[in-house]
C-alpha cells in the first residue's frame, strides 16, 4: 500500500512540475492586438505578426471580432483595462473613440522621421487637431468595376457610363447601392457638396446636395440602375453580366472573380464637358493604441512594424490591401497587380472620411432623404430639410443638470417603506418559528436567486439608473426624469408626429395584436387537424410545419425580405405570373407592415402550433365521447368543450408570445428596416436607433427600454387577470 502511495505522490509531484512549467516557463512579454479582419486580410496579418514575435521574442495574442460588434465590444473593454494594447480600426471612428477616451497617441510608434514615408491623406485621416492617433495601415475607397465582356476601356465620364445604348431589358448599364448614404456620397462630392462640416455641422442640404439627388432621380428615370439596389442584387447582376459596371471597394474582389471578366478604374468624371469627378470617402485603417497599451514599449514597437514597408508588402501582396506606405508602390511584384494599383489610384483621389461624432448620427438621416426623394415622397429640398432638422435633434445637448435631491426622496421613501414592512413582518407572532424551518428550504433556491439577481435584476437596475443620464461614457451628466420627458412629450414635437413614441407605441401595439392574432388562429387550427386521429403522415407534417421556428430568425428575416424585392422578389414574380402589377414593398406604410407581418407569422404560427397539440391530448375522451353522446355538433363540441379545457395551456402561450412579438427587434430591422421613413420601427428598434444610429444616446436609448419593460409588465398582469377563472365560476 506504501508503494503504490509512493507512486501516486510522484505522478502527481510530476504532473505538477510539467503543469508549472508548462505555465510559467514562457517569460516572454504578452501582446494582445485586436482586429476586424477576414480572408486574405486575417492571413496576412498573421504572417507579418509571426515575423515580429519572432524578430522581437515577444507573444502577440490575437483576437478576431465581427466588424458590427467591434467598437462596442472595445467601448466595453479599455475602460476596464481588460481590452488590446494594440487594435486595428478604421480612422472615422476617431472622435468616438477619443470622446469615450479608448485610444492614446501614437507617440514613438510614428517618429516625425517616418511621417514622410506615408501618403499624405492617409497622415491627415489619422491626426485629430494636430495629434496623431494611429500608425496608417491601409486605404479602403470606392472604385469602378467595368465588365470586360460588355465594355472595353475605362469610361469617359459617369454621365455616358450610365446611358443603356440598347441593353435588353433586366440589364442596367451601371449597378450600385444608391439609396445609400455612403454609396452617394461621390456624387455629392462631384457636385460640390459635403455630409458634415469640421465643427460637426449637417451641410447636405445645400443646393449641391439637392443637385446630386436630383441627378439620381435622373439615372433612375432612364432605367441606368436597378430599383432598391442592394449587395447582393449587385453582386448577382454583375456575375450574371447583367450590368456593365459597378461601384463598389476592395470587398468586392472575391465577387467580381465570379464574372466573365473585368477591371477596376478609379471613379470617373461627372460629365464629359466638366472636370468635377466621383470622389468617395476614404477610410484609412488605423494601428491604434490603447491607453495601457500606449504605456508599453513592445506595444508601440508593433504598432510601428505593422506600418513599416515589409510589413506592407505582405499586407498588399498576400491581404491585397491598398496599404498607406509609399515605398511599396515602387516594388515590381506589387505593380505587377493591376487590381491593386487601380484602388491605390482611387485612394489618391478620395475624401478622408471626417472623424468628427457627428457623422454617426449624419448617415441616416442622409439615407431618408435619399429614399424619400427616390420614392416621390417629397423634393430633394424637402427631404434634406428634413434630414437636417432630424440631424439637430439627435445632436440635441443634454437639457440642465437637476438636482438630485427628488430622487434621493423618493428613493429614500421606497427605502423607509421597505424597512417598515420587513419590521413589521419581523414583528408578527411565530415569524422566528417560520423563518428557521424555512432555511433548508432557502439553502436549496440561495444559488437560483444568486443567479436570477445577477443575470435579471441587477442589468434592471443598471438599465435604470443609466436613463436618469445623459452624455458620454467619461462624460456623463445627471439629467433626473428629463429623458423620460422627453420621450412622452414627443421632444417638443406633435404627440403623433414623426418618430414620436406614442406613435410607435401605437405601431408596435397593432403589430403585437396582429401577429399573435394569426400565431394563436392558425396555430390551432394546425393543431386541430394534426391531432385528428386519422391523419396520416402526422409525424411528416409536423416535423414540416415546425421548420420555420426551427431556422434562426434572422436567417428567415433576410429570405423573405429578398422576396419581397420589387424587381427580382419571388412575391412579385408570382404577382406577374398572375397579372398583377410588380409592388414596391417598402414604399409605403401598409405594404411594409404587411411584409413584416408575413415575415413573422411564418415565424411565430409553429409555437403556437406545439403548444395546441400538446394541449390536446391532455382532453379526456371520455368527455369529448359524453357531449357526443349529449347530441352535441362537432362546432359545439370545439367550442363549449376542447376551448375551454386548452384555454388554460395556451394562456401562458399566448402571454410569452405578446412578449416576444412586442419586443421581435429582428424582423423589424432586417425586412423593412423600419421603411418607409422609419413608419415600421417598432419601440425596440426605435430604442436601438437612438443608442447606436443617434450621437450614441445610451442614456436615452436606456428609459425607452424601462418604458418597454413597464408596458411589458403591465400587459402581461393585465392577460392573465383578464384570462384566470372568475370566482365562484363552475368548474
Not at 494611429?134 to 454621365?159: D, H, I, R, W
Not at 439596389?229 to 454583375?238: H, K, Y
Not at 425596440?684 to 450614441?696: C, D, H, K, M
Request: hydrophobic letters at 50%; proline letters at 7%; aromatic letters at 10%.
Amino acid at each position: 500500500m506504501s508503494r503504490v502511495r509512493t507512486i501516486c505522490l510522484a505522478v502527481i509531484a510530476l504532473a505538477l512540475a510539467l503543469f508549472g512549467a508548462g505555465c510559467g516557463g514562457n517569460d516572454k512579454p504578452r501582446l494582445v492586438l485586436w482586429h476586424a479582419y477576414r480572408g486574405d486580410e486575417e492571413i496576412a496579418l498573421k504572417q507579418v505578426l509571426a515575423a515580429f514575435e519572432k524578430e522581437r521574442d515577444v507573444t502577440v495574442e490575437v483576437l478576431a471580432l465581427p466588424f458590427d460588434a467591434y467598437a462596442t465590444k472595445l467601448e466595453s473593454a479599455i475602460p476596464h483595462a481588460h481590452g488590446p494594447d494594440v487594435f486595428l480600426d478604421a480612422h472615422e471612428r476617431l472622435g468616438s473613440y477619443l470622446q469615450n477616451t479608448l485610444v492614446a497617441p501614437s507617440g514613438d510608434a510614428l517618429p516625425p522621421e517616418d511621417r514622410a514615408s506615408f501618403d499624405t491623406a492617409a497622415l491627415d485621416a489619422a491626426t485629430v487637431s494636430g495629434t496623431t492617433y494611429g500608425v496608417p495601415l491601409a486605404q479602403k475607397s470606392l472604385a469602378l468595376f467595368v465588365s470586360t465582356a460588355l465594355m472595353t476601356g475605362e469610361p469617359t465620364s459617369f454621365e455616358a457610363l450610365a446611358k443603356r445604348d440598347g441593353l435588353p431589358d433586366g440589364s442596367f448599364p451601371l449597378a450600385y447601392e444608391a439609396e445609400s448614404a455612403y454609396f452617394h456620397a461621390p456624387l455629392l462630392h462631384a457636385f460640390g457638396g459635403r455630409m458634415v462640416d469640421a465643427e460637426g455641422h449637417f451641410v447636405a442640404a445645400t443646393p449641391e446636395g439637392e443637385a446630386s439627388i436630383a441627378f439620381l432621380l435622373e439615372l433612375k428615370k432612364a432605367r441606368a440602375i436597378p430599383d432598391e439596389p442592394n449587395g447582393a442584387l449587385v453582386t448577382e447582376l454583375f456575375a450574371s453580366g447583367k450590368a456593365k459596371a459597378v461601384i463598389s471597394g476592395p470587398w468586392f474582389l472575391a465577387d467580381a472573380k465570379k464574372s466573365k471578366g473585368y477591371r477596376v478604374f478609379p471613379l470617373p468624371k461627372l460629365r464629359e464637358t466638366g472636370e468635377a469627378r466621383l470622389r468617395a470617402f476614404l477610410t484609412v485603417d488605423l494601428a491604434m493604441l490603447s491607453p495601457e497599451g500606449a504605456k508599453n514599449p513592445n506595444a508601440r514597437a508593433l504598432a510601428k512594424y505593422l506600418g513599416g514597408p515589409s510589413s506592407a508588402k505582405t499586407r498588399a501582396l498576400v491581404g491585397k490591401q491598398v496599404v498607406a506606405t509609399k515605398a511599396v508602390w515602387d516594388d515590381a511584384d506589387v505593380k505587377k497587380d493591376a487590381d491593386l494599383s487601380a484602388f491605390h489610384a482611387a485612394a489618391e483621389t478620395g475624401i478622408p472620411m471626417p472623424t468628427t461624432p457627428a457623422m454617426r448620427a449624419a448617415w441616416v438621416p442622409l439615407e431618408q432623404a435619399i429614399k424619400k426623394s427616390v420614392r416621390g415622397d417629397a423634393t430633394p429640398k424637402a427631404a434634406l430639410d428634413e434630414a437636417r432638422e432630424r440631424f439637430v435633434d439627435a445632436m440635441k445637448p443634454p437639457p440642465p443638470r437637476p438636482s438630485p435631491t427628488p430622487l434621493f426622496v423618493v428613493l429614500s421613501m421606497v427605502l423607509v417603506g421597505l424597512a417598515m414592512a420587513a419590521v413589521k413582518n419581523a414583528r408578527e407572532p411565530g415569524f422566528s418559528g417560520r423563518w428557521r424551518a424555512s432555511i433548508p428550504a432557502y439553502k436549496y433556491v440561495a444559488h437560483a436567486a444568486i443567479v436570477v439577481f445577477v443575470l435579471v435584476v441587477l442589468p434592471l437596475v443598471a438599465g435604470t439608473l443609466t436613463s436618469f443620464f445623459a452624455g458620454t461614457r467619461n462624460d456623463a451628466q445627471y439629467v433626473g426624469l428629463s429623458n423620460y420627458i422627453e420621450i412622452l412629450t414627443a421632444r417638443g414635437g406633435p404627440l403623433l408626429g414623426h418618430g414620436s413614441f406614442w406613435l410607435t407605441l401605437l405601431v408596435t401595439v397593432l403589430w403585437t395584436v396582429v401577429n399573435v392574432f394569426f400565431h394563436v388562429g392558425i396555430g390551432l387550427l394546425l393543431g386541430v387537424l394534426l391531432s385528428r386521429p386519422l391523419l396520416r403522415l402526422k409525424a411528416v407534417y409536423r416535423v414540416l410545419l415546425i421548420l420555420p421556428w426551427a431556422v434562426p430568425s434572422y436567417v428567415t428575416a433576410l429570405a423573405w425580405k429578398g422576396m419581397f424585392h420589387r424587381q427580382y422578389g419571388a412575391i412579385n414574380a408570382i404577382l406577374s405570373t398572375l397579372g398583377a402589377a410588380p409592388v414596391s414593398w417598402f414604399s409605403k406604410f401598409s405594404t411594409a407592415f404587411a411584409a413584416n407581418i408575413a415575415t413573422n407569422v411564418w415565424l411565430g404560427f409553429p409555437f403556437m402550433m406545439v403548444v395546441t397539440v400538446g394541449a390536446l391530448t391532455a382532453v379526456p375522451k371520455d368527455v369529448l365521447e359524453a357531449a357526443e353522446v349529449d347530441g352535441a355538433t362537432r362546432w359545439q363540441r370545439f367550442r363549449l368543450v376542447v376551448m375551454p379545457l386548452v384555454a388554460p395551456a395556451l394562456l401562458p402561450s399566448v402571454v410569452l408570445g405578446s412578449v416576444w412579438t412586442f419586443n421581435m427587434f429582428n424582423v423589424v430591422f432586417l425586412v423593412s428596416g423600419g421603411e418607409p421613413d422609419g413608419q415600421t420601427d417598432i419601440l425596440v428598434s426605435e430604442a436601438y436607433r437612438w443608442a447606436f444610429t443617434r450621437n450614441a444616446q445610451y442614456g436615452y436609448a436606456a428609459a425607452y427600454a424601462v418604458l418597454i419593460f413597464g408596458l411589458l409588465m403591465l400587459g402581461s398582469r393585465l392577460m392573465q387577470r383578464l384570462g384566470a377563472p372568475k370566482e365562484g365560476a363552475k368548474t
